[in-house]
């Protein structure tokens, strides 16, 4: 499948309006990349009838094989049969196995059906239909002038049975097995995107297979490396070499792979480690613990955390001593480093983080938004203690605060 170009559409306003995610064309993609199909295009349209047309002739220009999902179900903004017959001419007939199956549908349940529902067993003359077994309008599969279309409902799980069922082994018949695409996802924290890819200059100017490509993510950057073999296990040998490459460089900074987190690498470190913790939380009002404690098994690492938004909490709870909240504040390296030391005593955790600082909109205690202080205390008595000044909104500067203390303690437990 080395020539062929793949392309897919989405039709559906809401999509458009981020009242639902488009997450068919990222599964309808990884399916592909399996059997070795690059996906050149992805588009989504909304339901108008000249606008799927026009995206129509865009993609029949442009790609080999065309997959479009939604636009097939029963009602006027319904639209994508029409824009397909629109530009190729092709006759649209109703589909008696269909049909029988949707008035059975109704008969079973005692529900009147609905004229407009007829438009769902609507199919292109010629076309191979693909049955739909969890819901109602049928697929289809149809050439047009060298192209290959395949039109699919929108609703994800009728989607999904139809490419496994019928989408994906008539492509691996009529092009063959060939060959396959993998990625992997290199996670890292504590290195910005324009470093990492300054130290990795030289191996992506060179890069062939695998590619090589630097990602912003919210929980620092990654890598993706992309490889094309003949098999899993020839794609993940080429992906292996090039990431031993890679760590030698920046090893220091790396986390895990995929949809691995920096929490649960955290988390993983601790109990390796026997390690406990507790957290005394100001700005941050919960949250370090909370993204701790949704990872299953937290309660083996976790003691628990004080939330210490007021400074009579600081004082009274976690006994961070009046003359430090006097003489240098609440948002202070001090009190931060009291918070931490003083919480993991009272929590019995051999580890103690705080995080102190000014969420914002308004400045306090003559600290501007977005000024933070966050302090860990072990054991052994090591105390570390960082000022940092965060930029963005409240919620972003509470987001990067937890983030860092997170990224703290990763280097430590290192």
């Known amino acids: 499948m080395k020539n062929v170009k793949a ?103 005692k529900i009147a059906m609905t004229p407009n529902n ?15 077994q969890t819901g109602m309008a049928p697929g289809m599969m149809i050439s047009h002038e060298g192209r290959t279309w395949i039109f ?15 989408v994906l082994p ?54 993706r490396l992309t490889a094309k073999a003949d098999s899993d296990d020839e794609a993940a040998a080429i992906i292996n070499r090039a990431k031993k490459e890679i760590l030698k460089r920046t090893g220091h900074y790396y986390y895990g792979d995929d949809d691995e987190t920096l929490t649960e690498k955290v988390f993983n470190l601790m109990q390796k480690n026997n390690l406990t913790i507790g957290a005394a939380e100001s700005l941050t009002g919960g949250q370090f613990t909370d993204k701790l404690t949704s990872v299953p098994g937290a309660s083996k690492v976790c003691n628990g955390s004080i939330v210490c938004y007021d400074a009579k909490v600081k004082e009274n709870v976690l006994r961070v001593s009046s003359d430090i909240i006097k003489q240098q504040g609440t948002v202070s390296e001090a009190c931060a480093l009291a918070m931490a030391e003083n919480v993991r005593s009272l929590l019995d955790a051999d580890i103690g983080i705080s995080f102190t600082g000014v969420a914002g909109p308004e400045s306090s205690e003559g600290q501007s938004p977005g000024t933070v202080f966050i ?40």
């Open 118 to 132: 007829r438009k769902q067993a609507r199919v292109f003359a010629g076309s191979d239909v693909i049955e739909n």
């Open 7 to 109: 392309e897919i559409v989405a039709v559906g306003t809401e999509l458009l309006l981020g009242q639902i995610a488009n997450t068919n064309a990222q599964w309808i993609s990884d399916e592909l990349a399996s059997i070795g199909m690059n996906v050149h295009h992805h588009a989504v349209v909304g339901d108008n009838l000249k606008r799927v047309e026009n995206q129509f002739r865009v993609s029949q220009e442009r790609s080999d094989v065309i997959i479009i999902t939604g636009g097939l179900g029963p009602t006027e903004d319904d639209l994508t049969r029409e824009a397909f017959q629109e530009i190729t001419r092709t006759p649209i007939i109703e589909h008696k196995p269909s049909m029988d199956k949707i008035e059975s549908f109704f008969e079973e349940r």
């Open 152 to 166: 699919l409902p929108g609703v994800p799980r009728e989607m999904k049975r139809m490419m496994r069922d019928s």
């Open 170 to 223: 008539y492509f691996k018949k009529q092009h063959g097995a060939g060959s396959v695409i993998k990625s992997v996802m290199l996670r890292f924290i504590g290195i910005g995107e324009s470093t990492l890819e300054h130290e990795l200059s030289d191996l992506i100017k060179q890069q062939t297979n695998p590619t090589i490509a630097p990602l912003a993510q919210n929980e620092g950057v990654a890598i």
């Open 375 to 414: 302090a860990v205390h072990d054991q052994s008595g090591k105390r570390l203690a960082e000022k940092f000044n965060f930029q963005g909104d409240r919620q972003a500067i509470r987001r990067r605060t937890v983030l860092k203390g997170y990224e703290l303690l990763f280097k430590l437990l290192n």
